[in-house]
């Protein structure tokens, strides 16, 4: 027998050499490509196990507080927490942190946003006129931020080359007080800016008969509203000929919270943030004692209150930029502006001057944070909170909710109804959030209080213990971020060129409008100790007072990503909380992924922000499993299939010699292990040589354990090359003695005439329906095998897109699809090819006789091909059919909304198919035509 096989590979050699190098392809491509499919799994596996683990793992926040959109879209929005003041009490926080398997359990506790004033500077050095002894100039300042553009106070700088006294302390004999600033010239003194600035009114004498100026009090007329424009002009007064700033006030909102050291300095590395002074600590706590600015030497008569250590920002956490014209002042004689300044009229006098345009300047409002100084500058008379904004779901998007507008009473204090100063302009713009005031008490320097307040207890101090840069906090995944609004703003920017336009290609940030739709992170950190001083009511606890803490975030011990033991330490956690308070909202967060959400804005602008995707790094991973396994399955069973079809086509081709062994004696079991022998001696051959190709190219490419993965080759060639050509081998048996003689085509009644090319290539289809459904079979397989794989690819990539994690797994996972696909294809296509090759073989006497009689050599290329066409289209075309109707029957997640892309793409590789058999058919046709006919007819 091992005869008579080597005897029949010698004999038909280039068959074997045909066979063999399918095999080879098959075997190769096979192990290459598992290889390939095994890495992309492994590098999107860790990826996502690299990632997965955020800053926290659990976020617990009040009942009541997740919103529809989150819940019906399984999202955790970016500004959840600036929405949220109180609703968890610090004994169920205590009761969560001490729970088992907690490593760290952090809360935040916001407790409202303070008003912090300060100054923005304004270079105007450059307008200094040299030659005049003194000068004003006007400033006439707009102020741009998110998206909106305010109109700001006039401003006025004064410069004169006089020296100008700015005094540190009080002196009751010279009636001077700090920052009082008086003009030296000659023997004669001027408090130049003070009227200006303090007496708006005109008022020469106040309230006691004292001549002004005096300190302590402003006589300024009570504005109608908190943006008066009067109310908010202001002269700097500058000596010498040094740099000319102009100090525009400005008032900062600062979100002011509460948090536990030791747990955030855990959770994210707080302490190595600290860029000045101190990090706080546990023993930080509220005291009753001394101002540190009531410099009165006998401590018993200094103002006490109570004294909370608190941490500052490094810079602002919102942005906007201040852009001003700026005008020289036609004031007369420059001589005689040091007394118009110092006297009463100075307001009248000021506003009613023309000026000149000279140019203009500009400044970013976060300078004037950063000359925050201290807890002078800390004042909590009044505070505010804010709610969350509210969506509604377009269906193409979110769209925010807009609100009417601040009443005027929201700015005002309990002291004689005065208005806070220099509010933020950006509070007249558009209002997505509702905002409450908490009306300040006017008690001072005492711990109880008598007097009609809002039953908050005494006004504190905020000591500035140390400050703190966000930029160098713990770095986590950006690929698996979850809120940290603790710290950082969320990232917003404009989804389509329209909104990026009219954000100036910069990300949308923070403004300083409370109802804003983006709020700042907290600017103040302070300690939960100290929160009861900010918020105890003398009268009727408050809900904020009985429940502080806004959110507790959670790291649980043990857990090192999304494998099987985390996810249950996560969840025994979880269910531990659930099952104490069933009202508060728990979140699991390990695993999750910042995934874009589109949101509608007035103005027809439309921004992108990234809201937390719950339970991505899990999707991603069981659809990998999923696709890596249906990968594994297809690819071999379109390899096996274009083997059994090459083999079947090969029996068919011996058809009459397989006969003719039957008529002299051979038994089936005899023709069944010839055929199988055959092939799996071809298998070991092609499975030898594949090895070493296999290593080769694994080595070039780059592919981990290409060492392995080649001894692999060997095995899965013989197992092809047995299991492939069972199916002929038994077909083989089934041949009859008869059958040598008989031809393989289906009997007609009757002969029809044929009058055409086209005619007689779809006749000879029709005559051997076996062969013609063969060679269709091949394409069929790949067009339907790239059908499904293709539906699968996009499936995936539906299942984990979305997220930024799921976007990076796509583009790692792409490779791996594309060959998957491309191979099935081309298997597919080949076997169609090599089916048609053995028929034109087959058929080559018929072709010549055909020649003989006069057909033409362009009449044989285009009978060939026009079957080649025909059978391309068959296979194609079904192959299309099938693959759609495998997709519709595992379900509507594999097509839905892709219908179009892929029946688009089932088409096109039903035409590239048509185009490879017929490209291919056309070098075989070439061949035949160089052989003689007598010869051709000879040998038959």
Same mark, same amino acid.
């Given at each position: 027998?091992?005869?008579?096989?080597?005897?029949?590979?010698?004999?038909?050699?280039?068959?074997?050499?045909?066979?063999?190098?399918?095999?080879?392809?098959?075997?190769?491509?096979?192990?290459?490509?598992?290889?390939?499919?095994?890495?992309?799994?492994?590098?999107?596996?860790?990826?996502?196990?690299?990632?997965?683990?955020?800053?926290?793992?659990?976020?617990?926040?009040?009942?009541?507080?997740?919103?529809?959109?989150?819940?019906?879209?399984?999202?955790?929005?970016?500004?959840?927490?600036?929405?949220?003041?109180?609703?968890?009490?610090?004994?169920?926080?205590?009761?969560?942190?001490?729970?088992?398997?907690?490593?760290?359990?952090?809360?935040?506790?916001?407790?409202?946003?303070?008003?912090?004033?300060?100054?923005?500077?304004?270079?105007?050095?450059?307008?200094?006129?040299?030659?005049?002894?003194?000068?004003?100039?006007?400033?006439?300042?707009?102020?741009?931020?998110?998206?909106?553009?305010?109109?700001?106070?006039?401003?006025?700088?004064?410069?004169?080359?006089?020296?100008?006294?700015?005094?540190?302390?009080?002196?009751?004999?010279?009636?001077?007080?700090?920052?009082?600033?008086?003009?030296?010239?000659?023997?004669?003194?001027?408090?130049?800016?003070?009227?200006?600035?303090?007496?708006?009114?005109?008022?020469?004498?106040?309230?006691?008969?004292?001549?002004?100026?005096?300190?302590?009090?402003?006589?300024?007329?009570?504005?109608?509203?908190?943006?008066?424009?009067?109310?908010?002009?202001?002269?700097?007064?500058?000596?010498?000929?040094?740099?000319?700033?102009?100090?525009?006030?400005?008032?900062?909102?600062?979100?002011?919270?509460?948090?536990?050291?030791?747990?955030?300095?855990?959770?994210?590395?707080?302490?190595?943030?600290?860029?000045?002074?101190?990090?706080?600590?546990?023993?930080?706590?509220?005291?009753?004692?001394?101002?540190?600015?009531?410099?009165?030497?006998?401590?018993?008569?200094?103002?006490?209150?109570?004294?909370?250590?608190?941490?500052?920002?490094?810079?602002?956490?919102?942005?906007?930029?201040?852009?001003?014209?700026?005008?020289?002042?036609?004031?007369?004689?420059?001589?005689?502006?040091?007394?118009?300044?110092?006297?009463?009229?100075?307001?009248?006098?000021?506003?009613?001057?023309?000026?000149?345009?000279?140019?203009?300047?500009?400044?970013?409002?976060?300078?004037?944070?950063?000359?925050?100084?201290?807890?002078?500058?800390?004042?909590?008379?009044?505070?505010?909170?804010?709610?969350?904004?509210?969506?509604?779901?377009?269906?193409?998007?979110?769209?925010?909710?807009?609100?009417?507008?601040?009443?005027?009473?929201?700015?005002?204090?309990?002291?004689?109804?005065?208005?806070?100063?220099?509010?933020?302009?950006?509070?007249?713009?558009?209002?997505?959030?509702?905002?409450?005031?908490?009306?300040?008490?006017?008690?001072?320097?005492?711990?109880?209080?008598?007097?009609?307040?809002?039953?908050?207890?005494?006004?504190?101090?905020?000591?500035?213990?140390?400050?703190?840069?966000?930029?160098?906090?713990?770095?986590?995944?950006?690929?698996?971020?979850?809120?940290?609004?603790?710290?950082?703003?969320?990232?917003?920017?404009?989804?389509?060129?329209?909104?990026?336009?009219?954000?100036?290609?910069?990300?949308?940030?923070?403004?300083?409008?409370?109802?804003?739709?983006?709020?700042?992170?907290?600017?103040?950190?302070?300690?939960?100790?100290?929160?009861?001083?900010?918020?105890?009511?003398?009268?009727?606890?408050?809900?904020?007072?009985?429940?502080?803490?806004?959110?507790?975030?959670?790291?649980?011990?043990?857990?090192?990503?999304?494998?099987?033991?985390?996810?249950?330490?996560?969840?025994?956690?979880?269910?531990?909380?659930?099952?104490?308070?069933?009202?508060?909202?728990?979140?699991?967060?390990?695993?999750?992924?910042?995934?874009?959400?589109?949101?509608?804005?007035?103005?027809?602008?439309?921004?992108?922000?990234?809201?937390?995707?719950?339970?991505?790094?899990?999707?991603?991973?069981?659809?990998?499993?999923?696709?890596?396994?249906?990968?594994?399955?297809?690819?071999?069973?379109?390899? @096996? /299939?274009? &083997? #059994?079809? %090459? =083999?079947? !086509?090969?029996?068919?081709? *011996?058809? +009459?010699?397989?006969?003719? $062994?039957?008529?002299?004696?051979?038994?089936?079991?005899?023709?069944?292990?010839?055929?199988?022998?055959?092939?799996?001696?071809?298998?070991?051959?092609?499975?030898?040589?594949?090895?070493?190709?296999?290593?080769?190219?694994?080595?070039?490419?780059?592919?981990?354990?290409?060492?392995?993965?080649?001894?692999?080759?060997?095995?899965? @060639? /013989?197992? &092809? #090359?047995? %299991? =492939?050509? !069972?199916?002929?081998?038994? *077909?083989? +048996?089934?041949?009859?003695? $008869?059958?040598?003689?008989?031809?393989?085509?289906?009997?007609?009644?009757?002969?029809?005439?044929?009058?055409?090319?086209?005619?007689?290539?779809?006749?000879?289809?029709?005559?051997?329906?076996?062969?013609?459904?063969?060679?269709?079979?091949?394409?069929?397989?790949?067009?339907?095998?790239?059908?499904?794989?293709?539906?699968?690819?996009?499936?995936?990539?539906?299942?984990? =897109?979305?997220?930024?994690?799921?976007?990076?797994?796509?583009?790692?996972?792409?490779?791996?699809?594309?060959?998957?696909?491309?191979?099935?294809?081309?298997?597919?296509?080949?076997?169609?090819?090599?089916?048609?090759?053995?028929?034109?073989?087959?058929?080559?006497?018929?072709?010549?006789?055909?020649?003989?009689?006069?057909?033409?050599?362009?009449?044989?290329?285009?009978?060939?091909?026009?079957?080649?066409?025909?059978?391309?289209?068959?296979?194609?075309?079904?192959?299309?059919?099938?693959?759609?109707?495998?997709?519709?029957?595992?379900?509507?997640?594999?097509?839905?909304?892709?219908?179009?892309?892929?029946?688009?793409?089932?088409?096109?590789?039903?035409?590239?198919?048509?185009?490879?058999?017929?490209?291919?058919?056309?070098?075989?046709?070439?061949?035949?035509?160089?052989?003689?006919?007598?010869?051709?007819?000879?040998?038959?």
């Amino acid at each position: 027998m091992i005869g008579m096989i080597l005897s029949q590979l010698w004999r038909r050699r280039s068959r074997a050499l045909g066979l063999a190098a399918g095999i080879l392809v098959a075997a190769t491509s096979f192990t290459l490509l598992t290889s390939t499919v095994t890495t992309s799994q492994a590098h999107t596996t860790g990826l996502v196990e690299n990632t997965s683990r955020s800053a926290y793992d659990i976020l617990v926040r009040p009942p009541g507080t997740g919103t529809a959109v989150e819940r019906d879209r399984g999202l955790v929005e970016a500004n959840f927490l600036s929405g949220i003041f109180g609703g968890i009490t610090l004994a169920q926080y205590e009761r969560i942190k001490n729970l088992a398997g907690v490593e760290t359990a952090a809360p935040v506790a916001n407790v409202g946003y303070l008003m912090v004033q300060s100054t923005v500077p304004v270079d105007v050095s450059a307008f200094r006129d040299s030659d005049a002894p003194a000068q004003l100039l006007r400033l006439t300042p707009t102020l741009k931020a998110g998206l909106g553009t305010y109109p700001v106070a006039d401003q006025y700088i004064y410069l004169t080359r006089n020296p100008i006294v700015t005094y540190k302390e009080w002196n009751e004999e010279d009636n001077t007080w700090p920052d009082l600033q008086h003009e030296i010239a000659g023997d004669d003194t001027y408090a130049v800016c003070w009227f200006y600035n303090e007496d708006k009114r005109g008022d020469t004498f106040d309230s006691l008969g004292e001549r002004l100026p005096q300190p302590l009090f402003q006589w300024n007329r009570t504005p109608k509203t908190a943006f008066t424009p009067d109310a908010r002009s202001h002269m700097t007064c500058v000596p010498g000929d040094g740099k000319a700033t102009a100090q525009v006030p400005v008032a900062f909102p600062v979100l002011l919270s509460a948090i536990d050291p030791v747990a955030e300095n855990d959770l994210v590395g707080l302490g190595s943030a600290v860029t000045s002074g101190r990090m706080l600590t546990a023993g930080d706590k509220p005291f009753w004692g001394p101002d540190a600015f009531d410099l009165n030497p006998v401590e018993s008569e200094r103002q006490h209150d109570w004294q909370i250590p608190v941490l500052l920002s490094s810079r602002a956490l919102t942005a906007g930029t201040m852009k001003a014209t700026v005008e020289r002042l036609d004031v007369g004689d420059p001589g005689g502006l040091a007394a118009k300044l110092s006297s009463p009229q100075a307001h009248d006098f000021v506003n009613a001057l023309n000026g000149t345009d000279i140019g203009g300047a500009a400044a970013d409002l976060g300078a004037g944070f950063r000359t925050i100084a201290g807890a002078g500058d800390l004042e909590v008379p009044v505070y505010w909170t804010v709610g969350p904004v509210g969506y509604e779901d377009s269906g193409d998007g979110l769209v925010a909710r807009t609100l009417p507008a601040q009443p005027d009473g929201l700015w005002k204090t309990n002291w004689d109804d005065d208005l806070v100063p220099y509010v933020p302009e950006e509070n007249q713009g558009t209002q997505y959030r509702d905002v409450t005031a908490h009306a300040s008490t006017t008690c001072m320097n005492t711990q109880f209080c008598e007097r009609e307040d809002a039953g908050r207890g005494a006004t504190p101090v905020l000591n500035i213990v140390g400050r703190y840069d966000t930029d160098d906090l713990r770095g986590f995944s950006t690929l698996s971020q979850v809120p940290l609004e603790t710290y950082r703003s969320p990232q917003v920017t404009g989804a389509d060129q329209t909104s990026r336009d009219a954000l100036g290609d910069r990300p949308l940030r923070p403004d300083r409008n409370l109802g804003g739709y983006l709020s700042p992170p907290p600017t103040l950190l302070t300690t939960l100790d100290s929160v009861s001083v900010l918020t105890h009511s003398r009268r009727k606890p408050t809900a904020q007072e009985k429940a502080p803490v806004s959110a507790v975030r959670i790291r649980v011990a043990g857990v090192t990503g999304v494998d099987t033991a985390s996810r249950a330490r996560v969840n025994a956690v979880a269910g531990q909380i659930r099952a104490a308070y069933p009202k508060l909202q728990v979140d699991v967060t390990v695993g999750s992924s910042p995934a874009p959400q589109t949101v509608a804005l007035p103005r027809n602008v439309k921004v992108t922000e990234y809201w937390v995707a719950k339970g991505v790094a899990l999707r991603i991973l069981r659809a990998v499993d999923t696709k890596s396994a249906v990968l594994f399955g297809l690819v071999l069973v379109v390899c @096996a /299939l274009f &083997l #059994a079809q %090459a =083999a079947l !086509a090969s029996v068919r081709a *011996r058809r +009459t010699e397989i006969g003719t $062994l039957r008529c002299v004696g051979w038994s089936a079991s005899e023709i069944l292990r010839l055929i199988l022998g055959e092939l799996a001696l071809i298998g070991l051959a092609a499975g030898t040589l594949g090895a070493l190709l296999a290593y080769g190219l694994g080595a070039l490419l780059g592919l981990p354990t290409s060492a392995a993965k080649a001894s692999l080759v060997l095995p899965v @060639a /013989l197992l &092809l #090359a047995t %299991a =492939a050509g !069972a199916l002929p081998a038994w *077909r083989a +048996t089934r041949v009859q003695p $008869l059958d040598a003689v008989t031809p393989p085509v289906t009997g007609t009644r009757r002969t029809a005439t044929v009058r055409t090319v086209v005619g007689l290539a779809l006749n000879n289809l029709l005559r051997t329906p076996g062969r013609t459904v063969l060679g269709a079979a091949g394409l069929a397989l790949g067009v339907a095998a790239f059908t499904v794989l293709l539906s699968l690819t996009l499936a995936f990539r539906g299942e984990v =897109a979305g997220s930024l994690l799921g976007n990076a797994v796509v583009a790692q996972a792409r490779t791996a699809d594309y060959l998957s696909v491309a191979l099935s294809l081309l298997l597919g296509a080949a076997g169609a090819v090599d089916v048609l090759v053995l028929s034109q073989r087959e058929r080559a006497a018929d072709l010549a006789v055909l020649s003989a009689s006069g057909w033409s050599k362009r009449e044989l290329g285009r009978l060939a091909l026009y079957e080649g066409a025909g059978l391309a289209l068959l296979g194609g075309l079904t192959g299309a059919f099938v693959g759609f109707g495998t997709v519709l029957a595992v379900g509507q997640g594999l097509w839905h909304g892709r219908l179009l892309t892929m029946t688009s793409a089932a088409l096109l590789a039903t035409l590239a198919g048509v185009a490879l058999v017929c490209g291919v058919l056309s070098l075989c046709i070439r061949a035949l035509h160089r052989v003689a006919p007598a010869h051709l007819l000879a040998r038959d």
